[in-house]
């Protein structure tokens, strides 16, 4: 039960935060959504998806017709390289918001204070930040030279590692001053998630409509899900159940991932290795599970990453025969796998153009 130091410091924080950094700090906190009194964005206006991987950003475009175009894929540096693999590592977790109780959000006041700070002199909220924009907004140049249209909702999706939060995303979106709008997804999606809608899973049809929108999510059968998104530098893989293609922001657990950064891209991870990651997550898992009805029996699994490597390496026949020998029935998606996640993305995105008392920029 709250105690009056809670509330104390909870009334403390908000008015401070108030009056030093305006109305964010109090959504960022606590997860509210200011009404958008600006204008709809132009009719026919696309959706744009962008998808930072362990080594490279893709982007796409969802066109008001239905149909996508995959704009292309830039490489991140080795700067980016190196943050992607530490943010890997479980040392790199830290609280972030949205906070579980009002003591999270005490503890990590600092940390914020500085970000806010930064974000005052108009600089990136934090130096991996400014090496998330570098990359997006290559990114996004792209997206501009392409189409004449004016770009209204961006959404960026992000891998399930512990060291990066969805207020990273956040504040690459406010740094580069981009239209990146909520809609159904709620916070930034993480790759799963986008790959996820990118297959046309877990979307509702009135996505116009609050109301009869989060019906039909609690309708979705529940899927359990694995994505491994594979590289010949790099191996992250993501496991849960999934609904609706929604990213609540829940902390990355270590049962819920594995990852696998190759030093040297000659020697690759090798297909033994990597059913030995497919089995031993989805093991760590779901052995608490019992038998049927409650251990499932299908495994949704989505392909992600280079499509060359995947072929190359065969990594669907090893994937789909670690899923059986863990005791799954895989049901294998690998359309597209480098641009699954961006495509993913550029529907959310679109989607979030029709959704109801829209704000203008990402909100935690």
Same mark, same amino acid.
């Given at each position: 039960m709250p105690t009056l130091r809670s509330y104390s410091i909870a009334s403390a924080v908000v008015i401070i935060g108030y009056f030093l950094y305006?109305?964010? %700090?109090?959504? *960022?906190? &606590?997860?509210?959504?200011? !009404? /958008?009194?600006?204008?709809?964005?132009? !009719?026919?206006?696309?959706?744009?998806? %962008?998808?930072? $991987?362990? +080594?490279?950003? $893709?982007?796409?475009?969802?066109? /008001?017709?239905?149909? &996508? =175009?995959? %704009?292309? @894929?830039?490489d991140g540096d080795q700067h980016y390289l190196a943050m992607m693999e530490r943010f890997s590592l479980p040392s790199s977790w830290h609280i972030a918001p949205p906070y579980s109780d009002l003591e999270d959000m005490w503890d990590d006041w600092g940390r914020q204070w500085l970000r806010s700070t930064r974000k005052m002199f108009f600089l990136p909220a934090s130096s991996d930040v400014r090496k998330l924009s570098n990359l997006t907004s290559s990114l996004v140049s792209l997206a501009r030279s392409h189409t004449t249209l004016p770009i209204a909702s961006v959404v960026i999706s992000y891998p399930a590692l512990p060291g990066i939060f969805a207020e990273d995303i956040v504040d690459t979106g406010l740094y580069l001053s981009l239209p990146v709008l909520r809609g159904r997804h709620s916070y930034p999606p993480r790759t799963m998630v986008a790959a996820y809608a990118g297959h046309g899973m877990g979307l509702c049809s009135p996505y116009h409509d609050?109301?009869? +929108?989060?019906?039909? /999510?609690?309708? &979705?059968? #529940?899927?359990? $899900?694995?994505?491994?998104?594979?590289?010949? $530098?790099? !191996?992250? #893989?993501?496991?849960? *159940? #999934?609904?609706?293609?929604?990213?609540?922001?829940?902390?990355?657990?270590? @049962?819920?991932?594995?990852?696998?950064?190759? =030093?040297?891209? /000659?020697?690759?991870?090798?297909?033994?290795?990597?059913? =030995? #990651? !497919?089995?031993?997550?989805?093991? =760590?898992? &779901?052995k608490f599970l019992s038998d049927p009805p409650y251990f499932p029996k299908e495994m949704t699994v989505l392909l992600a990453g280079s499509t060359n490597d995947i072929k190359r390496d065969e990594v669907q026949e090893v994937v789909k025969g670690a899923v059986e020998e863990a005791g799954f029935e895989p049901m294998i998606f690998d359309d597209d796998p480098e641009f699954i996640a961006s495509r993913g993305a550029a529907e959310l995105a679109w989607r979030a153009l029709s959704w109801p008392h829209q704000n203008t920029e990402l909100s935690l």
């Open positions: 305006g109305p964010p %700090i109090i959504t *960022w906190a &606590f997860g509210w959504t200011p !009404v /958008d009194t600006k204008p709809r964005a132009p !009719v026919g206006s696309p959706g744009i998806g %962008i998808s930072l $991987t362990a +080594c490279y950003g $893709t982007v796409s475009i969802r066109n /008001d017709d239905g149909s &996508f =175009e995959d %704009i292309g @894929r830039v609050r109301e009869r +929108c989060r019906e039909e /999510d609690e309708r &979705f059968p #529940m899927r359990y $899900t694995l994505i491994v998104d594979y590289t010949s $530098t790099s !191996v992250l #893989m993501h496991t849960y *159940w #999934m609904y609706g293609a929604v990213d609540l922001a829940r902390p990355t657990s270590k @049962r819920d991932i594995s990852t696998y950064f190759l =030093e040297d891209a /000659d020697r690759p991870l090798g297909t033994k290795r990597l059913g =030995e #990651m !497919v089995k031993n997550l989805l093991n =760590e898992k &779901f």
